[in-house]
C-alpha cells in the first residue's frame, strides 16, 4: 500500500474542500457529478491504470469544493481493480469528505458499501437518489432515523432533475469543517472480541493513522492480502498470528470462512436498519415501465428488440455522421480553396506541409467528429435509460466464446461506423484483460472508411458477392483473434456480475453535458496531433521519402503479396484516412482504369491488406489515450502482423484460382 502526503486545502476568503463520490454502479453517481460540476470536468484515467478517472469542481459563495467520481463499487474488498482504486484513493488521498450515493430503490444491497465506508471513520455524507423511482415503486424511507441510526447526514435527492444538490454541497461543506468522523458499525460479540484482541496486540505498531486501526483488525479478519503484507512491513508478525488463530476459531464456530462470517455481521446490521427505516408498499398495478422492462429481459422479445435497436443505431450513425461530415466539407471547402490561393506563392515543399496538415485538420473536422457527436450522444442515451445493462445481459453468453461477455459487444457493433468511437466504447467493459481483447477486436472491425475501399475496388471491379465475402471474412477473423486472445491472455475470464437497473426516462441536459465533455477532448488533443501527424507525412512526400520508399518496397511487395510497388504509397497514405488508400492507389497507378494495372487478385490482397493493418492515424491516437502507448503500439504490430499473414496466404491461395 503507498501512502501519499495530502496537500492542504485552503483559499483565501473561503474553504476548498476535496469531495470523493463512492457508490455502486447504475446508482446514478455520475449523473450527480455531472450536475455538480458541469463544464469544469476532467476526464482521464487513473495513474497506471486504464479505469477511467473524473474530476471537475463546482463553486459555493466563496468556497471551492473539488470533486472526484470513483469508480463503481460494490465493495471495498479489493478483489477488482475498481475496487482497489477506491480503497486506496480514500484511504491514501484523504478526501475531506465521502458522499456515498444509494439507489432509494435497491437500499438494503447499497447499504453493504455503506458500513464498509463507515470502517473507514472518515467525515462523510449519504445520498439517497432516485427517490422519484422509489415513491413509484412504493418505498419510503426515514431519512432522519436512518441519519440517526447511521451516525451520519442523510439526504434526499433526485439527480437528474437537480433536486438535493444544494443540500449536498451545504452539508459537505459543513461536515468537511468540522472534520467529524462517523462511529464505524458494531458487529455480533463474538467479531467484537476478536477485534479488540487485535487492537490490543496492534498498539505499538508504527501504523499510519491514514489507515484506521480497528479498519485495519476488520480487514484482517476477512483475511486480506494486502493489509496483512501492510502489517508485516511495519513488523506485525505477532499481530498476523493472532489474526489467524480467531480466523480459525471464527470459522469453527460458524463452520464457514472467516469472510463470510463477516459479511454476515454486515447483512444481518444491514437487515436491522432496513426494517426500521424502509416501508414498501406493493403497487396494485404493474407500471409501464416495468411492463416494458420485462420485455427488455425477456429472451424471446429481447433479441429482437436488441436488433431492432443495433440496427436504429448504426443507420443513425451512418446517416447522421454521414450529414455531419458533408455538411462540414460543404462548409470548408471555400476556405480550403481560399487558402490555396494565398499560399501558391511558397515554396512548393511548403506548400506541400501547408497542404497536408489542412487536409489532416478537415479531415479530423469531416471523419473523427461527425461520428463521435451522435456514438456519444446514443451511448449515453442508452446509458441513461438504463438499457446498456439489458444488451450485456442478452448476450453474455455468446460473446463468452471470446473471453469477453455482453458489455463488449456495443464497441464491437459501432466500430462498423468508425473505429475512434469503438475504441473509446471499451471502456464500458469492466476488466483490463477484457478491454485488451476488445480493443484489439475493435481494430479488426470494418469501419465505414474500409467500406469505402471495399465497394469502391472490389465492388466496382469484381462484384457485390465477392465485396460480402470479404466481410464475412473479417467477421470471422474476429472471433478467431478474440478465441485465440482468450487462450493466450493471462488472467480469467470474469463472470457478468452486475445490477440490472430501472428503466427510465434520460435527461436531455445530463446527456448533452457528457457529450460536450468528451467532444471537447477530441476538439482540443486528437484533432491537433492529426494535424501535426499529416504535415509530417506530408513532408515525407515532398523530399521523396515516399517515392524512394515504393521503389525499395517494389520487390518485397511483389514477392510477400503478388503486388507492385506503387501500391505501398497508398497503404502508407490509408495510415491518415482508409479512403485515401482508394484515392492514392488511382494517382500512384497513374491510370482511372485499376484494372489495366491490377488483376482481381491483386485487388483483393490490396483491399485485405488495407482493412485488416491498423485502421488509421486518428484511430491510432485514440487508442493510444485510452490503453497507452506502449498497448497501443502492440496492438497495431498485431494487426500489421495479421494482414501480413492473411495477405500472403490470400496470395498464395487465388494464385491457385485467380490469375
Known sequence: MCIRRRSALSIDRGVAIRLALAGNANVGKSTLFNMLTGGSQHIGNWPGKTVEKAEGYVKLGPNIIYVVDLPGSYSLSAYSE??????????????????????????????????????????????INLMDEARRKGIEIDIDLLSKLLGIPVIPCIATRGIGLIDILNV??????????????????????AIASLLAEMKDLPIPEVYPRRWIAVRLLEDDPKVE?????????????????????????????????????????????????????????????????????RTSTGIPLLTLTLSLLLSSMFFVGGFLSSTIEYILNPIYSIGGGLIETFPPWIISIISGMVYGLVAGLTVVIPYILPFYVTLFLLED???????????????????????????????????????????????????????????????????????????RYIGVYTALAIYIFEIILVFLVGFVMDRILPGERLALIMEVPSLRIPSLNVILRKTWLRLREYLFIVIPTLTLGSGTVAFMDAVGVSEALATALDRFMNAAFGLPGFVSIPLIFGFLRKELALIMLAQAAGVDDLRLVLTYRQMIVFTLLTVIYIPCLATFIALAREQGLKRALAFSSTTIMLAFIVGSASNAILSLIIP
Open 385 to 459: 435509460s438504463g438499457y446498456l445493462p439489458r444488451v450485456s445481459l442478452l448476450l453474455d453468453r455468446y460473446m463468452h466464446r471470446m473471453g469477453l461477455h455482453g458489455r463488449a459487444l456495443l464497441p464491437l457493433i459501432l466500430g462498423f461506423t468508425c473505429n475512434v468511437p469503438a475504441c473509446i466504447g471499451c471502456r464500458i467493459v469492466e476488466s483490463e484483460r477484457g478491454r485488451i481483447i476488445t480493443s484489439l477486436l475493435s481494430l479488426l472491425i470494418p469501419c465505414s472508411a474500409r467500406s469505402i475501399v471495399v465497394l469502391g475496388l472490389i465492388g
Open 229 to 297: 503484507e501492510m502489517i508485516a512491513m511495519f513488523g506485525g508478525s505477532k499481530v498476523l498470528g493472532l489474526a489467524d488463530l480467531l480466523r480459525g476459531k471464527l470459522e469453527e464456530s460458524h463452520g464457514e470462512p472467516s469472510s463470510v462470517v463477516i459479511a454476515s455481521e454486515r447483512y444481518s446490521l444491514i437487515g436491522r436498519i432496513s426494517s426500521q427505516v424502509q416501508t414498501v408498499r406493493i403497487p396494485m398495478k404493474q407500471s409501464i415501465t416495468d411492463r416494458i422492462d420485462d420485455i427488455t429481459v
Open 82 to 127: 475498481e475496487e482497489l482504486i477506491v480503497r486506496e484513493y480514500l484511504l491514501t488521498e484523504e478526501p475531506d469528505v465521502i458522499v456515498n450515493v444509494v439507489d432509494a430503490t435497491a437500499l438494503e444491497r447499497n447499504l453493504y458499501l455503506t458500513l464498509q465506508l463507515l470502517e473507514l471513520e472518515k467525515p462523510m455524507v449519504l445520498v
Open 172 to 193: 459537505s461543506l459543513k461536515v468537511a469543517r468540522e472534520g467529524s468522523r462517523p462511529k464505524p458499525p458494531i458487529y455480533g460479540l463474538e467479531v467484537e472480541e
